[in-house]
């Protein structure tokens, strides 16, 4: 069959989204992969200078998505299906433009960890993703925000004049538009996909890519990579080399034989072929291979102990069979960001398919002959020089014309093209950026691009996502100082780390505001982060207070007001028990709506909240009524350190996740 592009649905049991946090991200969520000073002393030189350059302060202007649960419900996903006699393809166009499964028809063998469910957690930068598949992580060290958001998607023409599927967004942290084009040459064993990230600003900008790929797990999986060396990075916050495969006595390159998660950087040399491969017991399994600009690899396995096959658990459902993952990245680590200057582009190919190989060798004691049999049965398969070809075949397409559209992505990067082009605009052939994709949430800053004013809003509702880039604060800064631009433009100097003029903007904001608790909650996150959580609890108050008076004049509820009472009552509640303010927390908590009060998150608050009113007993049973905490973050503690506060009696395993020797 010739290769075919087409629409298709897949139901899979899932978890709504649900709202984003309307509350600006002033601090970082807490991601996990970062190293102290003295760690990185004793790194070398130019891997040291990447992991400390342009670190995030903040993923403003995105928004964090906290507003999911864990009941699913049988619900229709838009797919897009690529396939050919050899490979079916299916995408997932809203949630990031994740390869959800790749089926190799001949051996009838998926050939990712494909999720049964779609069940959000908090992993992303900015809060929600989800597990299987290949994910493509741009934007900062960690899983990108756009894991869960819709890219667009339409119909190209592929290199072999067949039909290809590109995928393409603007990236919102380092503001950089990418495309992924996707395509199966006919009666390919592989799947070629093209990428390339451009910088349309004249100044450099720092590039983060790590295509991350789910691949099943069990006990005799072995994960291979052309490598003898790897830098081992645990949640314990290490960063150290060691010898591949075995390390303390164990073979890391089998994913159940280490306890803990763990990350295992690839030391891959400057001129081998650059693949990865996993594995099962009989010597088949997935292949991902690229051209040389992609030189990283990195195996991530969960571990064996309880903490990971919990969290193995929490992504899907029970009974799933679990998965370890095999990625490849622009740098050697992902602590690592490289620098892409003004007006550049950078780009390579890659190549997902079947692997089959001598069991007995790629199994076998000798690392050497069983990384030598995978570069073997590669180059039979597809060899190096084909790649290389496919590269620069695919090249000259990636300029061209999308035709049909097939899935719409979010209007921010219209937004910046429709400024851009009163500055000689942004040359982006091949992934346009048109006005019509603009929306309700960028049509008040297209009015202060083109009337210098912010409009003020025609309903009482919590403020939409603010913008930070230079060029947008330089307008706030110009623009008539109602109190929504005073707001906007605390934000905006807040993430270009000029707190103090950021402060004086809420303030001024403040002196006018008739909806006064976004400013006084900017103004609280600001003492508590300058060292004043006594004020800080006193403006939370406040602000909460202000919420509950605005809130009580609409006539009905909404998803918006649900999500920023939520969002707000969690950070009040945390910074007045910080202060030992009990009484003042009880009466945040009982002026929340009960099904509020009923979520896994506000459950373990009220544990806490009676924990600081002396009453273990009563905190205890809420842990031994059971709850869950949806949006849980990657290698969070506060489960454990809470039951420790409790008793002595060994951590439940339904509330075990830690993740690190010695939690």
Not at 234 to 245: A, F, M, N, T
Not at 330 to 357: C, N
Request: net charge negative; glycine share 10%; proline share 8%.
């Amino acid at each position: 069959m010739a290769t075919s592009v087409r629409r298709a649905v897949l139901t899979l049991p899932a978890a709504p989204l649900g709202p984003e946090n309307p509350l600006p991200a002033l601090r970082p969520l807490g991601e996990t992969h970062s190293v102290s000073d003295s760690v990185k002393r004793e790194l070398p030189r130019d891997m040291a200078r990447q992991i400390g350059y342009e670190p995030l302060r903040t993923v403003l202007p995105v928004r964090v998505r906290d507003g999911y649960g864990r009941d699913r419900e049988p619900t229709g996903l838009d797919t897009i299906v690529i396939e050919n006699d050899r490979l079916r393809a299916t995408v997932l166009p809203g949630l990031g433009g994740r390869l959800h499964s790749l089926h190799h028809k001949p051996t009838d063998r998926e050939l990712l960890y494909r999720n049964p469910v779609f069940q959000p957690a908090d992993f992303a930068l900015n809060g929600a993703w989800f597990s299987g598949g290949v994910e493509w992580n741009i934007g900062a060290t960690g899983h990108t925000t756009l894991s869960c958001a819709p890219l667009n998607a339409a119909l190209v023409p592929a290199p072999d004049g067949g039909e290809m599927l590109r995928l393409w967004e603007w990236e919102p942290l380092r503001g950089l538009p990418f495309q992924v084009d996707l395509w199966l040459p006919d009666a390919s064993d592989f799947l070629h996909v093209g990428v390339r990230i451009r910088n349309p600003h004249q100044g450099p900008a720092p590039v983060y890519w790590w295509s991350n790929t789910a691949v099943p797990e069990d006990e005799h999986t072995r994960v291979l990579a052309p490598a003898e060396e790897a830098w081992h990075f645990g949640y314990e916050r290490s960063l150290r080399r060691i010898p591949v495969p075995e390390h303390e006595g164990v073979d890391r390159t089998y994913p159940l034989r280490g306890e803990f998660p763990a990350d295992y950087f690839y030391e891959v040399p400057r001129d081998f072929r650059k693949w990865i491969t996993s594995l099962d017991g009989d010597g088949r399994g997935l292949v991902q291979t690229s051209t040389d600009t992609l030189g990283g690899r990195k195996l991530f396995v969960w571990g064996a102990g309880r903490g990971g096959r919990r969290w193995q658990r929490w992504l899907t459902e029970p009974g799933t069979p679990g998965y370890a993952e095999i990625q490849a990245g622009l740098a050697r680590t992902q602590l690592e960001h490289v620098k892409l200057d003004g007006h550049d582009e950078v780009s390579w190919l890659e190549s997902y398919g079947p692997l089959s190989a001598d069991a007995g060798t790629v199994h076998g004691a000798d690392w050497d002959a069983a990384r030598a049999e995978v570069d073997t049965r590669l180059e039979e398969a597809l060899p190096r020089a084909d790649v290389d070809a496919a590269y620069e075949a695919w090249l000259p397409h990636a300029d061209t014309e999308p035709g049909e559209r097939l899935a719409t992505g979010s209007g921010w990067g219209a937004l910046e093209v429709l400024r851009g082009a009163m500055r000689g605009g942004y040359r982006l052939p091949g992934t346009p950026f048109d006005e019509t994709m603009l929306g309700e949430q960028q049509a008040p800053w297209v009015e202060l691009f083109t009337q210098g004013t912010l409009p003020k809003p025609r309903e009482t509702a919590p403020p939409g996502p603010s913008l930070v880039a230079p060029h947008w604060r330089d307008m706030l800064e110009t623009a008539p100082a109602e109190p929504l631009t005073e707001y906007h433009l605390g934000v905006a100097q807040w993430h270009a780390g000029d707190r103090a003029q950021a402060v004086r903007s809420w303030e001024r904001g403040l002196q006018l505001a008739t909806s006064r608790w976004p400013l006084l909650r900017c103004l609280a996150v600001a003492d508590q982060e300058g060292g004043n959580p006594g004020r800080a609890a006193d403006l939370y108050a406040e602000s909460f207070d202000d919420l509950c008076r605005e809130r009580g004049d609409q006539e009905d509820g909404s998803e918006s007001w649900d999500a920023a009472t939520a969002a707000l009552a969690r950070e009040a509640i945390a910074a007045l028990l910080a202060g030992d303010r009990a009484g003042d927390a009880r009466g945040v908590w009982d002026r929340l709506p009960d099904p509020i009060r009923k979520r896994g998150a506000f459950r373990l608050i009220e544990a806490r909240l009676l924990l600081a009113e002396g009453d273990k007993a009563a905190a205890r049973a809420v842990f031994d009524a059971g709850f869950e905490v949806a949006d849980l973050r990657e290698g969070a503690e506060t489960l454990n350190e809470v039951w420790a506060s409790l008793t002595d009696d060994p951590l439940p395993e339904e509330y075990d996740y830690r993740m690190r020797p010695g939690d």
